[in-house]
Each structure stands twice: as structure tokens, then as C-alpha cells.
């Protein structure tokens, strides 16, 4: 039991005494660690002086590489794939004439003489279109915000037409329904149906355009410029209802004239003397446009453009007859004289001396407070009366009921079966200041 234990101790004894040695063998000199730092941080400093370089031989080697990459591909004949220095191009397109206005949901978008869109092919250089083509081009017609371009700008690029472009809303049909692809021949293509599925106050401008471009993809030879209408808005359908026409026909209620708005203080005012269309307008103007203006109470400003729209009014080839007694007047829509019988001769306007004159404005004062009385006829073939000459008729006295207006002169002679002429009345004693 004694060598048991004797052998024991020894064993350990041993044991510790190895792991001691491996100890000390494990841990390095001093001179070691000053050797070994020394040479890391030598190293380190060289890779630090080697890396600029090696840097910069990478970068002119990868340099290099992209510019000989660039010559075999420009130096490459396929159209597809030759680089072309970008230069400035000579091809544009244009709208052939400006938008009619204004434009409404739903309604045919038209240019100002109300005929289909046209989209032309121009050389800017030459200043004529391009009708020889060698194929057709496919046209796209696109809504552009109306803020584009910036500053009136008439130069700008193809991308940045294209991130002016204006697209639906969510959950919204696309904007533009009808013919919005189409295929230009011979320099000219036209867009027969087109218009709005929705307004324009939804975006910041609150203003469209509408743009024609080359279809993406479609057309491979220089860049033809895009072509832009002027900005406008677009208003919903049922501002349709309250729109001003142009011109305004006879029939129109007097609603439709520019400065009178539907069941505004002006509508209300002419609609209580018996003012309903704009014939009933213009023939008091004719007869006493100093009662007229009286009614509506218009400054002088909203008076022209007012009564400037309403004289853009046809006329049509109508004519009406009123039967007095010795006397019959033959007039135009608006009670302007065409001629007279008397005593069973016909006269012209510039036949009548000046009792028959007198006689005659009096049957028409008579035909304007009696007009379920006039009769309609069909033109001047009808009378056998050659178009009178311009000469006006004075008035005896004012209308029955309006005794306080000032005697004023009676409506041209002469006027246009087709239209209203421009400079009618201008000249006419009284009627100068008040009436035009």
C-alpha cells in the first residue's frame, strides 16, 4: 500500500514537471517579439506604397479595354448595333392648325375651323412637308402636361418629351380614346376621332397638351421632333351643357352669348323682356340697342365683347314679310330693311325717298312688336328685290312704350344673307357711342 502511494507521487510529480517545460516552451523571447513586430510592420507599410499602383495599373488597363471595346463595335457594320454621334435633326412634326376651345369629356376633340386634327411631317430647314416617304412612319398621339415645356422652350430632347408624358389616373380609363395610333403617308395623317376620358384639374398645372411622336420602337432612321398643341384645359362634360357657342346661331338661347351666364343677373334681366334667343337680341339691338343696353346694365367693355359675339351670328337666307297697309316691308332676321312694296311697287332701300322712308321704319317698329305677324319667306328670289346699296333709314320716332329713347337711325341697308357684316352700323348717327 506504501509503493502504491510512493509510485503514486512520483507519477504526478513527473507529470508536472512536463507540463511546466511545455510552458516555457510555448511562450516566445523578447528579441522574438521585437523581430516579428518589426517585419509585420514593414510589410504593411509596403503593401501600403504598393497599393496606389497596382490601383492605378488596373484602372488604365480596364480603361483601355472599354476604348478598343468601343472601337470593334463602332467599326461593326450591323445598323443594330453601330454607336452614332447624337447631332441635332431637321424632321419634325406638326398639328396643321390650333385646337378648337374649349375642349370638353367625351366630346371630338376638332381644330379651330372644327375640321379633323391633322398631324404634318416637316423639314424645318426647307419649310414644307416631307411627302415622299419610303415607308410609312407609325404616329402616336399622347397627352403631355401643359407646364412642358419649361419657359416657352422650343428645343428640347426626346426624353424629356417623354417624361412629360401624362398618364391615367388609378382605376381610370386611358385618357385619350379613339385614334390614337396611325400610320403618316405622304408627309400628312389625319386623326379623325379622338377626345378626353378625363379633365385636366387633377394634375398641378391643372393644363393639357397633346403630342404626336414617332411610336417607340417603330422607326429606325434620324430622331424626328415631336409635335405639341398649346396648352389647354379640359373641362368635364357637363360644363358642355353651359358652353358659349361659335358662332351662335339665331335660335340659340341668349345664355350662349360671351358675358351672359345661365340664370345669371343678365339672363334673368333680358328673359323679363320677353329676351329669349339671341334673334330676340339682336333685333332689339337693330331697332333700339340705347333700350338694350339699358337692360343689361353692361360696362362698355363687356358690351362689345358681348355684342361682337352675337354679330358673328349667321344669318341663313331666310327672309320675313310684314303687311301693312298701303305698305308691305320686307326684312332680314333681325329686322334690317332688304326693301318695301308700295302701293303695288316693289323698292329697293336706296329707291325710297325719304317720307317713304320715314313710312317705311314705322311698318318695321310695327313688324318688331308684331312678329307672330311676320310671315317667313325663302330669300331674296322670292321678292324679286335686288340686294339694296348700304343707306340707312332714319327713325321717325322711338318704339311705342319707349317714348324716353332719343330718335336713333335704323339698321343698315345693305347687309350679307351669309353673315353679319363686321363694320355694320359704325357709321350711323346715335348708334355710335351707345351700340358700338
Not at 376651345?101 to 372644327?114: A, Q, R
Not at 395610333?181 to 394634375?203: A, E, H, K, P, Q
Not at 335660335?251 to 350662349?256: G, I, L, Q, S
Request: proline share 5%; hydrophobic share 35%.
Amino acid at each position: 500500500m506504501a509503493a502504491k502511494r510512493l509510485l503514486n507521487g512520483y507519477g504526478s510529480e513527473d507529470d508536472q514537471n512536463h507540463a511546466t517545460e511545455k510552458r516555457i516552451r510555448r511562450l516566445p523571447s523578447f528579441a522574438t517579439v521585437i523581430r516579428e513586430a518589426v517585419t509585420a510592420k514593414t510589410l504593411q507599410n509596403f503593401c501600403s506604397s504598393l497599393e496606389p499602383l497596382i490601383r492605378r495599373v488596373v484602372r488604365e488597363e480596364v480603361e483601355q479595354g472599354l476604348i478598343e471595346g468601343a472601337r470593334s463595335i463602332h467599326s461593326y457594320k450591323s445598323p443594330q448595333l453601330q454607336i452614332q454621334a447624337p447631332q441635332s435633326s431637321t424632321l419634325q412634326l406638326i398639328f396643321s392648325k390650333k385646337l378648337s376651345l374649349p375642349i370638353f369629356t367625351g366630346s371630338k376633340i376638332e381644330d379651330e375651323e372644327n375640321n379633323p386634327l391633322q398631324v404634318l411631317l416637316i423639314d424645318t430647314n426647307m419649310g414644307r412637308t416631307i411627302a415622299s416617304l419610303p415607308s410609312p412612319i407609325k404616329i402616336e398621339i399622347v397627352v403631355i402636361d401643359g407646364d412642358f415645356p419649361s419657359d416657352d422652350c422650343k428645343d428640347w430632347t426626346k426624353s424629356e418629351f417623354d417624361s412629360s408624358l401624362v398618364r391615367e389616373r388609378a382605376g381610370k380609363r386611358p385618357l385619350l380614346a379613339g385614334e390614337v395610333l396611325l400610320m403618316l403617308r405622304d408627309g400628312v395623317v389625319t386623326i379623325g376621332d379622338l377626345s378626353f376620358t378625363d379633365n385636366s384639374s387633377w394634375i398641378r398645372s391643372r393644363n393639357f397638351r397633346i403630342g404626336a411622336r414617332v411610336a417607340p420602337g417603330s422607326f429606325g432612321g434620324e430622331r424626328i421632333k415631336e409635335a405639341l398643341t398649346e396648352a389647354f384645359v379640359v373641362k368635364d362634360h357637363r360644363g358642355e351643357l353651359y358652353k358659349k357657342h361659335y358662332p351662335p346661331s339665331l335660335n340659340d338661347k341668349v345664355w350662349r352669348l360671351e358675358k351672359i351666364g345661365k340664370d345669371g343677373a343678365f339672363h334673368r334681366k333680358l328673359s323679363e323682356e320677353g329676351i329669349d334667343t339671341v334673334q330676340d337680341f339682336l333685333k332689339l339691338w337693330v331697332v333700339d340697342p340705347a333700350s338694350l343696353r339699358r337692360i343689361l346694365g353692361l360696362s362698355d367693355k363687356m358690351w362689345e365683347g358681348t355684342l361682337k359675339h352675337a354679330r358673328t351670328c349667321s344669318m341663313g337666307n331666310k327672309l320675313y314679310l310684314y303687311r301693312g297697309s298701303p305698305c308691305t316691308v320686307f326684312m332680314n332676321p333681325i329686322c334690317q330693311v332688304v326693301g318695301a312694296d308700295l302701293n303695288g311697287m316693289s323698292y329697293n332701300v336706296n329707291e325710297l325717298n325719304e317720307s317713304q322712308k320715314a313710312y317705311v321704319e314705322q311698318q318695321v317698329l310695327e313688324a318688331y312688336k308684331n312678329w307672330n305677324s311676320v310671315e317667313e319667306i325663302d330669300g331674296l328670289s322670292s321678292t324679286g328685290l335686288a340686294p339694296p346699296i348700304c343707306e340707312p333709314i332714319q327713325l321717325s320716332r322711338p318704339m311705342i312704350g319707349l317714348e324716353d329713347v332719343p330718335p336713333v337711325y335704323h339698321a343698315e341697308a345693305y347687309f350679307q344673307v351669309e353673315s353679319l357684316p363686321n363694320d355694320v352700323h359704325t357709321h350711323f348717327i346715335g348708334w355710335n357711342q351707345n351700340a358700338t
